[in-house]
């Protein structure tokens, strides 16, 4: 496999920052819509009527049903920039402490297994070694391990297999001296990890959630939520391709927990 460019650390490499750290971005949107509300209300009424009326092979018909679209189309899309700030603002912060991995392993195995075994996608959980515990919050980290590995599965064809290994981060081109990491990785033998992840990687819109539907009911902005869980974890995300280009693996480096809070 080919890996991505390192992203720097405490950054998922996946673009923009936090919500959170643009408090600015919440009320740009909002002035946006506002002031293009009455607008594009005024061309949709001024355009229906006309579109209603007008022989569909008129040349002009064609060009006044786009136009009608758009104002559909960005007024959905200002709400849907508003309805995924609004819940990712409603994440909340994390309470780092200890997290045995073997047990985060375990509990994300007895949630996916029955949808895999359903699927006909051989799922599986390993620990590559003796691994310290990570310093996460167990219940962010949880929901964000469960959105990738679920999307990868349901991506997935009968006969595939999907894998989340951990394991310690022992690669020189990988540690950058940001204290001891853990690796857990989602890799899958179809052809791409989740379906469309690559082309959505390179979108420099996807962190944003731009798609026209509710927020949280595609794989797009169910990872952009994802997204903002691991960056207020603190947790670097590294892709990698195959020979295809597309993207089969993800490594989450997580920070390994300090040697006093490990002795239990």
């Known amino acids: 496999m080919q890996g991505c460019p390192e992203p720097a650390p405490q950054s998922t490499g996946w673009g923009l920052s936090s919500v959170r750290d643009a408090a600015e971005l919440k009320a740009i949107v909002a002035a946006v819509g506002t002031n293009l509300e009455?607008?594009?209300a005024a061309i949709r009424d001024a355009v229906e009527p006309l579109l209603a009326g007008l022989d569909p092979k008129a040349p002009a018909a064609?060009?006044?049903g786009t136009a009608l679209a758009m104002c559909d189309d960005v007024s959905r899309l200002t709400r849907r920039y508003l309805d995924f700030i609004e819940q990712a603002e409603a994440i909340p912060l994390p309470e780092p402490g200890p997290v045995r991995p073997d047990e985060l392993l375990a509990e994300i195995d007895s949630r996916l297994?029955?949808?895999a075994?359903?699927?006909g996608v051989?799922?599986?959980?390993s620990i590559d070694g003796p691994i310290r515990p990570i310093l996460t919050d167990r219940g962010l980290v949880l929901e964000a391990l469960l959105e990738w590995a679920s999307l990868a599965i349901s991506s997935a064809r009968p006969g595939d297999g999907v894998s989340l290994v951990v394991a310690t981060d022992s690669d020189p081109a990988l540690h950058q001296g940001d204290g001891d990491v853990v690796l857990l990785t989602l890799e899958s033998s179809?052809?791409?990890l989740i379906a469309d992840l690559t082309s959505l990687r390179d979108d420099p819109l996807f962190n944003r959630a731009v798609c026209l539907g509710e927020v949280g009911s595609d794989p797009?902005?169910?990872l952009a939520l994802s997204l903002e869980r691991l960056r207020?974890?603190?947790i670097a995300i590294r892709a990698e391709s195959g020979p295809n280009g597309l993207i089969r693996a993800v490594r989450f480096r997580v920070p390994a927990a300090p040697p006093r809070s490990c002795s239990a």
């Open 62 to 64: 064609p060009h006044l």
């Open 113 to 115: 297994m029955p949808d």
């Open 38 to 40: 009455r607008p594009l």
């Open 220 to 222: 797009g902005s169910r």
């Open 190 to 192: 179809a052809d791409e």
């Open 122 to 125: 051989a799922w599986s959980c």
């Open 232 to 234: 207020l974890l603190g």
């Open 117 to 119: 075994f359903g699927l």
